[in-house]
């Protein structure tokens, strides 16, 4: 009899995970100068718990048009964040949009005063909305800070500074704005800012970090790293830390980081030819190099001549990528962001 009711209890878990989950500690930010939106989070909560539970079902971002994390408790799909972010594609402000999930929550578990909102939204004139939301129900402790561009909020914390912190790392000075994303998250890297991990020494058990350029498609951004699954007690920020320092930040994503040596294009491309129309150090030879969204280099060619065509037929490619140019010297002269559209 025992052992039908363990059974029974894991199976009732299981269907309570896959309905709803708990969510934590995030941040959405829009960078002023280029539309790019990012967003980045954590949750005590990984693929074991619930293999469709980890961090980044709170998120999701309409490139050029806005994001939002909704977190706390939320439905599994998490409709109130399908619901909202159907409302920034329709173009509405992020006062707007918190509105109108108040009053239209999808949810079955609990209703708008268990939920934490973080949203911001672009107009196509470039003004950047911001708006948190915390309900009066969600976990202590739990609480939201707004900044003119970006939304950081919390719930189930050890401590409600752990959201100071993310503050002050997003607006930690010398900082690109993928970096800041980043430098946020790390702002919670303590034991226990999820508090349900403080017994095992970590800030929680996945960890995600997102950043949406204005001409990516939905879906595909040009960075997406999760990390859902460690071994016990291995820190999942940590490990986010690693794989976003292997993209290279610097090099491969800051975009027109010199002089325009040559012309690209189309962009996006149609088909699987690229074309390319040099414009200065005509005597020169150049590499090209095509790096995907996790800063992986996947092609590389040696480009001569003034005019000509890069054939990248045989890598099937589709979404957002980055090609750089450099001399045969190492310099770095030119990076570009180049859209292969889906055949």
Not at 43 to 68: E, H, W, Y
Not at 114 to 138: E, H, L, P
Not at 262 to 288: A, G, K, R, W
Not at 315 to 340: A, C, D, S, W
Request: include cysteine; glycine fraction near 8%; aromatic fraction near 8%.
């Amino acid at each position: 009899m025992k052992s039908i009711f363990r059974v029974l209890c894991f199976v009732l878990l299981l269907t309570s995970l896959t309905s709803n989950a708990q969510h934590t500690f995030s941040i959405v930010a829009i960078d002023p100068a280029t539309g790019a939106i990012g967003s980045a989070g954590a949750t005590c909560l990984n693929t074991l718990d619930c293999a469709v539970c980890t961090a980044q079902i709170i998120s999701d971002i309409v490139p050029g048009k806005g994001a939002i994390n909704a977190q706390a408790s939320v439905c599994i799909p998490n409709v109130n964040l399908e619901n909202g972010i159907a409302q920034i594609a329709s173009g509405v402000s992020a006062e707007a949009c918190l509105n109108w999930l108040l009053v239209n929550d999808a949810c079955t578990a609990g209703n708008f005063t268990n939920r934490q909102y973080g949203i911001v939204s672009i107009n196509d004139q470039g003004d950047i909305s911001s708006k948190g939301f915390t309900g009066s129900n969600a976990l202590d402790e739990a609480n939201h800070i707004e900044g003119p561009n970006y939304a950081i909020q919390g719930n189930i914390l050890i401590a409600e500074n752990v959201l100071d912190s993310m503050e002050a790392g997003f607006l930690r000075p010398g900082l690109n704005f993928e970096e800041k994303i980043m430098a946020a998250l790390q702002g919670a890297n303590r034991p226990g800012a999820d508090s349900r991990c403080l017994d095992q020494g970590i800030s929680s058990k996945s960890a995600y970090l997102r950043i949406a350029y204005p001409d990516d498609t939905p879906g595909q951004f040009g960075i997406d790293l999760l990390i859902s699954l460690l071994p016990e007690g291995e820190e999942p920020i940590d490990a986010l830390q690693q794989a976003f320092d292997a993209l290279n930040i610097s090099n491969v994503f800051q975009t027109g980081i010199g002089e325009k040596v040559m012309n690209v294009f189309p962009n996006p491309v149609q088909e699987s030819q690229v074309h390319f129309e040099i414009l200065n150090y005509i005597n020169e030879t150049f590499d090209f190099e095509l790096y995907d969204a996790s800063g992986k280099l996947i092609f590389a060619n040696s480009l001569t001549g003034i005019s000509g065509i890069i054939d990248c037929s045989r890598l099937q490619l589709e979404g957002t990528y980055f090609y750089k140019v450099k001399t045969k010297g190492g310099e770095y002269l030119q990076i570009e962001r180049l859209i292969f559209l889906k055949k």
